[in-house]
């Protein structure tokens, strides 16, 4: 092997050992034979000099000192030359050894000539020019003009007398002795280190005849010589010593690391290349690992490199921990330095890694090859990152390298990591253990570094921009925000490229975060986003998937690069303009929806308020730019006037125009003008003594709040506008030709509140002018028409309907407009008007009722094709109003969507049993339809509205005999009025601050757009309506507070009792919706995501102290754990004063929310658990004195059960307390009867029971740790007990299924069954192992009782297969599966503790769950008793003949499966 590497090697005197440096080499000592001193001449003249001078030099020495030394060479065919001419050799250097052994051996003198000899070569070599000559390669003699005997190329004279053993040692200390007098002379002429070549003579020699004396001699050299002398020893060690020396010299090598910074490179250098123990290594990179912090930057990479080459599998993962833990790179990058490289780069943006001299970059860069490399070629360390990133579990833990490593990962994809990092990378986010701060400050300081990784970068930010988890999406902008902000021209088109993409997905939350990112991009960075401008205007072609806020926020952003006051995208501006002309002018109303909103934020952008750029200038818009804004608001105005749905939508964008921007007020002055004359000449009549017309109801003022002014007043001209419309369209069916511009009652609503919005900005927030408006009466008819609404034609319906509709409409927009008036008298006027809503919608759903196939007129003119809104929100109340027993069947109080789950899984004759009852219930209290699925044709409440709820609640006490308030100062809110504006709170904040994972739109499916009605909502961040919330929260724990008062009062009249005679039914239910609703708004609050952001900490602490406040006034400021310790002390007290079910729910899980904002959550699981029980453990009656029921109870119950489940300290004892004791209670109970001391857990309940206690005991046994071989007793006996208990409690579930054998009961237990088993053989099985032989008694019980739930879990698959239902049968070939797997493993156990013999098999018979066999499957050759299952005898000596005849059977229970399995097979071809 030696002399292969030597063949390939050994010619290299540089100390490479790579053949690629040979012929470089030889050139190079070629030319280093050239006479130095004649540095000037030519190669030519030298060699001439070299041939003409050879004789005399060859002889003269010769005759006058003829030593051995030289007699010897000379015989062998070696010439020594003088001065600067290299030695000659005349045959091959192999000939030459072979020549000098036999002459120092065949010499009388042997062995004392061999000292002659090295006395000679000492001599020859106290010149310095001829030692150095015997240093240099020999060159072949070609006088004879034959060179065909000798190589091109020879070594050294030197280097071949080491090639001699008897030689080798005596010159060997020739040599090192001869080093230290060239020590300190540094480089010679042409750069040669006579030591360098020196130790060089050492290298990769066949054979070293004294390593160990070699090694020690080599040491010394480096104890005393310099630092570049002692970096060449160290670095030549690998490449002089034998392997024998190789742990020997390691020792010393790290004794001297510890010592020596500055050799740190060199001894890594040479530890990597020695060949180690692997106990010697480990202990050298621990002494490496140590030294970590105090290693020179430059000299870091090297360190790395050598810490991960040097692992090997068992411990990869405490070396990079370590590791990690101690490369401390925030260190590295110090400002100045950095702001220099930086500066550099910019400088040289073509050169993409343009290297910074002395940059610390640089030395980052080299690390993270270093890392990159390990991790390539070898899985363990690649394994071993993952691992230690994410066994990080504090934020403030998280490091720059952590990011950079996974970015590494990333990139190189080693061993399928790029999944790895991608996968830590999204649940780091997600916990908020990587965070926005830590991925500024890696951009920020290794630009340059992270430059070289931007195609991981940009995967990364795609991948979680497009996550359906919310949280992750916005770390996903954040990357790209940075790379755009950070990088070069290339990446930041390539950042512009993809958000492009994302934007044209169609997925709604990643179209969302790109078209933030693009915005804010083009604030930031207007010039370099103005480059890329055209690809921006490419989305222009993909509007069709773009809701309409997302085209707003598009034409918002290109028309500020086209149009703002730098202009810096002019290019595109024609585009705009042609784009802009074609949607308008289109027919269909998608194409021109898009047109007004576009042309309205082109207006925007050209008419913003200009900054004053100098003192001369007034900031105000050029004129030409003016007529270019009024020109195109005109354009838009007259393209809108096609149809009422079109103008009402330019009323609304340009609200919402007016409201979220500075116009210039050139600008402001001209969209203002005409409005206030148009709205008053459209829609406002003077009051007469009568109304003229004929209409299809009498008209009639109503709702005027000033009756004192009533002379001369105005009036909302509804009913004759509405008639005319109607009458109008009728027309134009018939005529094509439009006479004069028609007024509909659709831009009512729409035009006052551009109205309102441009008074607001004229006069400052002032609304004098335009006040008479909210209490102003509107011409409508008498509200009784809806007593005899069914005698009505369908034409009549529908108007009346509409009439509804509109009237509700105007009053919404009428409150948007008033609620933040302070005068009080303003203040009783808004809450009236408030009244009036709650009431006219009680009326429409009567009318609504009597109006089957009726479609409202559109409110939000934005909405995603009204036309599909239309079908798919009164779809669902055609089907619910088709006969009139099922009017009410709309879910009462909330969306349609709500469906039980439950519903499907209880029983027909359960169902049928609470349906009738129900109903006529349901039509006593409520005729009507709900209008939850008319939402949509709703105006929009603004979030200031919800500052009414402010003022104080309405209670009956404050009413005197004639219902009039007593003191009509105050301004009260009723409850029907808090219930209102409760509702739409939860809506908004539903919305807004709950994150639903991004899903695309089914296909082929109606899309219905879930934002129709929140259009102004959606322009304001979940931070702002968050704040909002907060500001409101002590207005509503005041409203909480009176609602718990309020039945508190209830309970102390009734005695207790909620359903007394003093109970009014309706207020009861308001003031329970109220309560209800509170809780929700609470909880939806604070299960805000945003609360757990950095900068968010103040919000949240804020919010919580609201409510622990509500306690005690007055506190010191509190840390977050006692805020929340004292807002959990809050809510507990309204425990008491829970209504109904459904409140208690919310209130549990406020409660829960609440407990897991502090900082150990756990603290607060006993009372939570403690508190649901209270619950549960309630009898819950309805004011009618009736027991609660139906599926929202179910729900209600079901969800608390899990949570008390989840909560309670033992969930096994939680389990077997209900399935042990409440179960039985309501066995022996009478038919209608509750359990007594689970009061909620009835007939009726018991599924839901059933079904929460299987799922939360599956999921605790997989909790159970599983069993380990190293396991101690104690530990072994804990788990076998846990096992115990929760096979106990299966086998009572599964036992119950004798008594309770609905369908429905069934299916949970054959889906939870199998996953149970699964747990068990998984978890369960290994720790039996283990255990056998210390408890066998106890595995024996635990396996017996188990026995018992299989066979019954057998019985029923006999039982689904019988009766042939596919909703059963469906669970019964994976439960066989896992069933006959259970026999193999207990085999298998019996055969690894040696008790084999104890397990027999036998046959099994198929059962149904009564236990009687089925005849159809019978097995043939069955002699066995009917009881025969599997039964293990675990110590076979002591077992008896009658035990042994009940003994497993277990043979024939594997083949009768094996039959049933082949008959589930056959069976699902059949079907």
């Keep these: ?126 010149d310095p020019e001829r030692f150095r000559n015997c240093l240099l390669p020999c060159v072949p003699q070609l006088s004879d003009g034959d060179a065909s005997s000798v190589s091109s190329f020879q070594e050294s004279l030197l280097r071949m007398l080491l090639g001699i053993e008897i030689l080798q040692t005596p010159i060997i200390n020739t040599l090192l002795e001869k080093l230290p007098e060239f020590m300190f002379d540094g480089a010679g002429d042409g750069g040669l280190s006579i030591p360098r070549i020196i130790i060089n003579q050492l290298k990769w020699l066949d054979r070293v005849v004294d390593s160990k004396e070699l090694a020690a001699k080599l040491m010394e050299l480096v104890s005393v010589a310099p630092v570049e002398v002692q970096r060449d020893i160290i670095t030549s060690l690998p490449e002089i010593l034998e392997d024998s ?94 702001q220099a490289s930086q500066s550099r780069m910019k400088n040289k943006a073509a050169a993409v890694s343009a290297p910074a001299a002395g940059s610390s970059q640089d030395s980052v860069t080299l690390i993270l090859d270093g890392i990159k490399s390990a991790v390539r070629f070898q899985k363990t360390i690649s394994e071993a990152w993952l691992k230690a990133i994410e066994s990080v579990h504090e934020a403030e833990d998280h490091k720059v390298i952590d990011l950079l490593v996974l970015l590494i990962l990333h990139s190189t994809n080693a061993n399928q990591s790029r999944r790895g990092a991608e996968r830590i990378m999204k649940v780091k986010v997600r916990t908020g253990m990587i965070q926005e701060a830590l991925l500024q400050k890696t951009f920020r300081d290794y630009s340059q570094v992270m430059r070289g990784y931007f195609s991981s970068i940009l995967a990364l930010a795609q991948s979680l921009l497009r996550s359906p988890d919310p949280c992750v999406v916005p770390f996903g902008g954040h990357m790209y925000r940075l790379s755009f902000t950070v990088f070069d021209s290339y990446c930041q088109q390539e950042v512009v490229g993809s958000l492009v993409t994302h934007v044209c997905s169609g997925v709604c939350v990643e179209v969302d975060m790109a078209l933030e990112l693009l915005c804010g991009l083009v604030t930031e960075k ?81 008419g913003a308020l200009r900054s004053k750029v100098k003192e001369s200038q007034n900031g105000s818009l050029p004129q030409e730019m003016f007529r270019q804004v009024t020109a195109l608001l005109e354009l838009v105005r007259s393209s809108s006037e096609s149809s009422p749905e079109a103008a009402a939508l330019y009323y609304d964008e340009l609200a919402n125009l007016i409201m979220t921007s500075t116009l210039d007020p050139q600008v402001q002055e001209n969209i203002a003008k005409s409005v206030l004359d148009d709205f008053q000449n459209d829609f406002v009549v003077d009051l007469g003594p009568e109304i003229t017309g004929s209409f299809p109801f009498p008209a009639r003022v109503m709702y005027n709040l000033d009756e004192e002014e009533s002379q001369g007043g105005i009036a909302i001209n509804l009913l004759p506008l509405l008639a005319k419309d109607i009458q109008s369209k009728g027309e134009q069916q018939s005529q094509t030709k439009k006479a004069h511009k028609r007024v509909s009652p659709l831009c009512l609503s729409p035009f006052f509140r551009l109205l309102r919005l441009c008074e607001e900005k004229q006069h400052h927030g002032d609304l004098e002018e335009i006040d008479a408006l909210l209490g102003c009466p509107l011409i409508l008819t008498e509200m009784d028409v809806v007593e005899k609404i069914d005698s009505l034609s369908k034409a009549e319906k529908e108007f009346f309907c509409t009439l509804l509709f509109h009237t509700i409409n105007w009053f919404r927009e009428v409150i948007n407009a008033f609620c933040r008036q302070k005068e009080t008298e303003m203040k009783m006027k808004v809450m009236t008007r408030l009244q009036n809503i709650t009431y006219l919608q009680t009326l429409l759903e009567k009318a609504l009722a009597g109006t089957p196939g009726y479609v409202p007129p559109v409110a939000n003119f934005d909405g995603e094709s009204t036309e599909g809104v239309m079908l798919s929100t009164t779809a669902p109340a ?88 007593k003191v009509q100062e105050e301004v009260l809110l009723g409850s029907a009025e808090l219930v209102f504006l409760l509702e739409d709170m939860l809506r908004k904040l539903e919305f807004s601050l709950t994150a639903g994972p991004a899903k695309r739109a089914p296909f082929l499916k109606g899309r219905t757009d879930k934002s129709v009605g929140f259009s102004h909502l959606q322009q304001r961040s979940p931070k702002d309506i968050a704040s909002c919330c907060v500001q409101l929260l002590p207005a509503l724990c005041s409203h909480l507070e009176n609602c718990h008062n309020h039945f508190q009062t209830l309970l102390s009249e009734n005695n207790g009792v909620v359903d007394g005679p003093a109970t009014d039914v309706q207020e009861h239910q308001l003031m329970s919706s109220s309560y209800q609703l509170l809780l929700q708004v609470l909880n939806t609050t604070f299960s805000w995501s945003g609360f757990s952001l950095p900068g968010q900490r103040s919000l949240l602490k804020k919010a919580l102290g609201v409510l622990a406040e509500r306690l005690k006034e007055g506190r010191s400021e509190l840390t977050l754990e006692q805020l929340v310790k004292h807002s959990v002390e809050y809510l507990l007290n309204f425990r008491s004063t829970m209504p109904n079910l459904s409140t208690a729910l919310c209130l549990s899980q406020l409660l829960s929310t609440v ?189 017996k009782t188990f026995q018992l739930s299989t066979r019954q879990l057998h019985h029923m698959c006999g039982h689904s297969k019988l009766h042939q239902d596919t909703s059963l049968t469906n669970h019964v070939p994976a439960l066989k599966k896992s069933l006959e797997l259970f026999v193999y493993r207990v085999k298998a156990t019996l055969t690894l503790n040696n008790c084999q013999e104890a397990f027999w098999m036998g046959n099994l018979k198929n059962r149904n769950l009564k236990g009687e066999e089925i005849l159809s499957q019978r097995s043939q050759g069955s002699d066995d008793d009917e009881d025969e299952e599997e039964q293990r005898s675990l110590l076979p000596q002591e077992q008896s003949e009658d035990e042994a005849q009940e003994s497993d059977t277990e043979e024939s229970k594997k083949t009768n499966r094996e039959e049933n399995v082949d008959q589930d097979d056959h069976t699902d071809d059949s079907e």
Aim: aromatic share 6%; glycine share 6%.
């Design 1 to 126: 092997m030696r002399k292969a590497l030597w063949r390939g090697t050994l010619f290299c005197n540089c100390g490479r050992n790579t053949v690629v440096c040979l012929c470089t080499m030889m050139r190079k000592k070629r030319r280093s034979s050239v006479d130095k001193g004649e540095a000037a001449t030519t190669a030519s003249k030298a060699k001439k000099s070299r041939s003409t001078g050879r004789q005399p030099k060859a002889t003269a020495p010769e005759e006058t000192n003829e030593s051995v030394f030289n007699v010897f060479l000379r015989e062998a065919g070696v010439t020594l030359k003088q001065g600067g001419t290299s030695n000659e050799i005349g045959v091959d250097q192999v000939v030459f050894q072979k020549r000098i052994q036999q002459q120092l051996r065949k010499s009388p003198r042997f062995p004392g000539i061999v000292q002659d000899f090295i006395t000679g070569l000492e001599s020859h070599s106290e």
């Design 878 to 965: 055609n089907k619910a109003k088709k006969d009139g027993t099922g009017k009410k069947r709309k879910a009462p109080g909330k969306s349609s969507s709500d469906s039980s789950s439950l519903l499907d899984e209880t029983t027909e004759a359960d169902e049928t049993q609470q349906e009738q009852p129900e109903k006529e219930k349901e039509k006593e209290i409520r005729q009507g339809v709900s209008l939850v699925s008319y939402r949509p044709f709703f105006r929009e409440l603004d979030m200031e509205v919800l500052s009414v709820l402010q003022c104080g609640l309405l209670s009956c006490s404050l009413l005197d005999s004639e219902l009039n308030t």
């Design 245 to 338: 020396q190789h742990n020997d010299i390691a020792r010393e090598l790290n004794t001297l690391l510890q010592t020596n910074t500055q050799l740190t490179v060199p001894i890594l250098d040479a530890l990597s290349s020695l060949n180690l123990s692997s106990s010697l290594l480990t202990e050298v990179r621990e002494a490496v690992m140590a030294t970590l912090a105090a290693v020179q930057l430059e000299d870091l990479p090297v360190v790395v490199k050598f810490i991960l080459h040097s692992v090997s599998a068992s411990d990869a993962y405490e070396v990079v921990n370590n590791l990690r833990k101690k490369l401390e790179l925030e260190q590295c990058v110090l400002p100045p330095v950095l």
């Design 1155 to 1343: 407990s897991e904002k502090g900082g150990n959550p756990a603290t607060y699981r006993e009372q939570t658990a403690s508190l649901v029980k209270g619950f549960l453990c309630q009898a819950w009656v309805t004011a009618n004195g009736e027991r609660e029921r139906g599926n929202k109870f179910n729900e209600a119950l079901h969800t608390l059960l899990s949570i008390y489940l989840e909560h309670v300290d033992d969930v096994l004892k939680a389990v077997e307390e209900i399935a042990g004791e409440g179960v039985p209670e309501l066995i022996n109970a009478s038919k209608d009867e509750s359990s007594t001391s689970w009061p909620t857990l009835n007939r009726q309940t018991f599924l839901v029971f059933y079904k929460v206690m299987m799922a939360e005991l599956e999921k605790a046994v997989r909790r159970i740790p599983a069993g380990k071989i190293s396991d101690d007793t104690e530990a072994q006996s804990e788990k076998l007990l846990t096992w115990n208990l929760a096979v106990r409690d299966f086998h009572i579930l599964v036992n119950l299924v004798k008594v309770f054998d609905s369908r429905p009961v069934l299916n949970v237990c054959l889906k939870y069954g199998r996953l149970f088993l699964e747990s068990f053989l998984k978890l369960g099985m290994p720790l039996l192992d283990y255990s056998f032989k210390r408890h066998k008694e106890d595995v024996q019980n635990l396996l």
């Design 526 to 606: 207007p010039s370099e986003m103005a480059l890329y401008a055209v690809f921006v205007k490419g989305i222009l072609d993909y509007m069709d998937n773009l809701t309409p806020q997302q085209i707003r926020r598009l034409f918002h952003l290109l028309s500020r690069l086209a149009f703002g006051p730098q202009q810096q995208a002019s290019h595109i501006q024609d585009d705009m303009h042609i784009v802009i002309r074609k949607q308008l002018s289109s027919t269909a109303p998608k194409y021109k929806r898009i047109g007004i909103i576009g042309g309205v934020m082109i207006i925007g952008s050209m």
